[in-house]
């Protein structure tokens, strides 16, 4: 964002505030719902120019909907202590002790180790290490510690001389571009892996009283992934960035990193069992003869990490550790769900419902594509955890005017705001790859354009086919 757009952002929010707050006549609401829609606009407006930073903007909220009538104080600030909040903020801690113990570079040179004898293998293995990782790790995260790898394996390559000319700026293009949309494809899989998902559980609690648990989302989106993953591979390195020349590729860098880790630590150890357990029970805890919550487990996940002893007289975490956080995403998550929850007791979703409902007319595949590619495009110049924001709870008022289920409205608007491929500005898996200087803007587009097609048809066809099926309540 440039220093003017952040400006006249800046201006906008308040702007806009104030026309539909002060002149009833533009929206004929009653003062509540009036209330909220107007301090929507003016922290959408914030959140999407970034005329503060995005943290500081997701307090707004807190003060602006007491202060306005649009919602009671308990209304606005508990839902920045929403259960979904703190299921994230464990996730984030069990993050923070892979990457303390570099259990993280293990997983990915394993899977490079074992898969890379060719080019195409090789950005399949960083593909895949990068979706699993990003499973469970913000894409942002997962890309920054891929990029490293994946430089280092281009530069290998190229001192060994094992690609020439073409063949090798091929592979360096098409390398480093699977890191970015492997990133964004692997977080659709969980409601941990990305932003809008968590967005889609949290306003899927406060707004419809459903929970919508890790399993349930599981067995939904890592289709999506799986499908996504597999026409990627293939655009990758048999269409767009194809490797003509392309002999046997030693693996022997993989190899000598996993050797200079050595054998695997206790600390490494200790964190794999948690980090498999706390998967497990979130995959399979609905078979438990008890109840446990995707918070209760996440949190148990992450606190244990306080308990078990490392080798050097400390713990696997330490508070100290807990700087690196993504609070500023926790205050995120929570000014989101502060709007969701003043939508819902005001009732502006109710007057959203209304006016939506003259798409009633249209088919239902017509009104999922169209919505789709909508929000696919609007994620390539914003924010998606904006986009998620502020349409997530429109889409239940949307689902309501059309007279369908909201699931699937809901899944359209998660999974799109995550599937921008176009631009560097897109999503922060983009601009780290960018960062290297190895992509021109065009290679990015160019793949970028048909990736957004692609995704396009899948979520259509998965949410309009497989969502009644597996995320139907």
Same mark, same amino acid.
């Given at each position: 964002?440039?220093?003017?757009?952040?400006?006249?952002?800046?201006?906008?929010?308040?702007?806009?505030?104030?026309?539909?707050?002060?002149?009833?006549?533009?929206?004929?609401?009653?003062?509540?719902?009036? =209330?909220?829609?107007?301090?929507?606009?003016?922290?959408?407006?914030?959140?999407?120019?970034?005329?503060?930073?995005?943290?500081?903007?997701? $307090?707004?909220?807190?003060?602006?909907?007491?202060?306005?009538?649009?919602?009671?104080?308990?209304?606005?600030?508990? %839902?920045?202590?929403?259960?979904?909040?703190?299921?994230?903020?464990?996730?984030?801690? @069990?993050?923070?002790? @892979?990457?303390?113990?570099?259990?993280?570079?293990?997983?990915?040179?394993?899977?490079?180790?074992?898969?890379?004898?060719?080019?195409?293998?090789?950005?399949?293995?960083?593909? $895949?290490?990068?979706?699993?990782?990003?499973?469970?790790? &913000?894409?942002?995260?997962?890309?920054?510690?891929?990029?490293? /790898?994946?430089?280092?394996?281009?530069?290998?390559?190229?001192?060994?001389?094992?690609?020439?000319?073409?063949?090798?700026?091929?592979?360096?293009?098409?390398?480093?571009?699977?890191?970015?949309? &492997?990133?964004?494809?692997?977080?659709?899989?969980?409601?941990?892996? &990305?932003?809008?998902?968590?967005?889609?559980?949290?306003?899927?609690?406060?707004?419809?009283?459903?929970? @919508?648990?890790?399993?349930? *989302?599981?067995?939904?989106?890592?289709?999506?992934?799986?499908?996504?993953?597999?026409?990627?591979?293939?655009?990758?390195?048999?269409?767009?960035?194809?490797?003509?020349?392309?002999?046997?590729?030693?693996?022997?860098?993989?190899?000598?990193?996993?050797?200079?880790?050595?054998?695997? &630590?206790?600390?490494?150890?200790?964190?794999?069992?948690?980090?498999?357990?706390?998967?497990?029970? *979130?995959?399979?805890?609905?078979?438990?003869?008890?109840?446990?919550?995707?918070?209760?487990?996440?949190?148990?996940?992450?606190?244990?990490?306080?308990?078990?002893?490392?080798?050097?007289?400390?713990?696997?975490?330490? *508070?100290?550790?807990?700087?690196?956080?993504?609070?500023?995403?926790?205050?995120?998550?929570?000014?989101?769900?502060?709007?969701? %929850?003043?939508?819902?007791?005001?009732?502006?979703?109710? *007057?959203?419902?209304?006016? $939506?409902?003259?798409?009633?007319?249209?088919?239902?595949?017509?009104? $999922?594509? /169209?919505?789709? =590619?909508?929000?696919?495009?609007?994620?390539? @110049?914003?924010?998606?955890?904006?986009?998620?924001?502020?349409?997530?709870?429109?889409?239940?008022?949307?689902?309501?005017?059309?007279?369908?289920?909201?699931?699937?409205?809901?899944?359209?608007?998660?999974?799109?705001?995550?599937?921008?491929?176009?631009?560097? /500005?897109?999503?922060?898996?983009?601009?780290?790859?960018?960062?290297?200087?190895?992509?021109?803007?065009?290679?990015?587009?160019?793949?970028?354009?048909?990736?957004?097609?692609?995704?396009?048809?899948?979520?259509?066809?998965?949410?309009?086919?497989?969502?009644?099926?597996?995320?139907?309540?």
């Amino acid at each position: 964002m440039t220093l003017n757009f952040k400006k006249i952002g800046l201006v906008a929010g308040p702007l806009f505030f104030a026309l539909l707050y002060f002149i009833p006549a533009i929206t004929g609401l009653e003062t509540s719902p009036r =209330a909220v829609l107007a301090v929507t606009a003016w922290v959408a407006t914030w959140w999407i120019t970034e005329a503060l930073p995005i943290p500081a903007t997701s $307090l707004l909220p807190i003060f602006l909907l007491p202060l306005t009538g649009g919602a009671d104080q308990a209304t606005a600030s508990m %839902a920045y202590g929403n259960p979904i909040v703190f299921m994230y903020m464990g996730g984030f801690t @069990i993050a923070l002790a @892979i990457e303390k113990w570099n259990l993280h570079k293990r997983i990915a040179m394993s899977i490079i180790a074992l898969l890379g004898t060719s080019s195409s293998r090789i950005v399949i293995g960083v593909g $895949l290490a990068t979706a699993f990782l990003s499973m469970w790790i &913000s894409n942002a995260a997962t890309a920054l510690m891929m990029l490293p /790898i994946a430089l280092a394996l281009i530069t290998e390559i190229k001192e060994k001389g094992f690609l020439k000319d073409d063949s090798f700026q091929n592979f360096a293009k098409g390398l480093l571009l699977t890191v970015a949309y &492997s990133a964004s494809i692997g977080g659709l899989a969980t409601i941990v892996g &990305s932003v809008p998902n968590a967005a889609l559980v949290a306003v899927a609690s406060n707004m419809l009283n459903q929970e @919508i648990t890790f399993a349930d *989302w599981f067995t939904f989106g890592i289709v999506i992934t799986a499908v996504l993953l597999v026409v990627l591979f293939v655009y990758i390195t048999k269409i767009k960035f194809r490797v003509k020349d392309d002999g046997q590729i030693s693996s022997d860098f993989a190899k000598e990193q996993l050797r200079e880790l050595g054998p695997m &630590s206790i600390e490494e150890k200790y964190v794999l069992v948690i980090f498999s357990f706390t998967g497990m029970l *979130w995959i399979f805890g609905g078979f438990l003869p008890w109840e446990l919550s995707d918070t209760t487990i996440s949190m148990l996940g992450a606190t244990t990490l306080f308990v078990i002893p490392n080798s050097k007289g400390g713990k696997l975490l330490d *508070w100290f550790d807990m700087k690196n956080l993504s609070w500023g995403l926790l205050l995120l998550f929570g000014g989101g769900l502060s709007l969701a %929850a003043a939508f819902e007791s005001s009732g502006l979703t109710v *007057w959203f419902g209304d006016i $939506l409902s003259n798409l009633d007319r249209f088919n239902y595949l017509l009104i $999922l594509i /169209i919505l789709t =590619a909508t929000v696919l495009f609007m994620t390539e @110049i914003m924010s998606n955890t904006a986009v998620s924001n502020m349409l997530m709870p429109i889409s239940v008022g949307l689902a309501a005017g059309i007279g369908v289920e909201p699931y699937g409205i809901m899944a359209v608007v998660a999974l799109a705001s995550s599937c921008a491929f176009m631009l560097p /500005i897109s999503t922060p898996p983009n601009a780290a790859v960018f960062s290297a200087d190895v992509l021109d803007i065009e290679d990015m587009m160019k793949a970028g354009f048909w990736m957004n097609m692609v995704g396009i048809v899948v979520i259509v066809l998965a949410v309009y086919y497989l969502q009644p099926i597996l995320l139907s309540y």
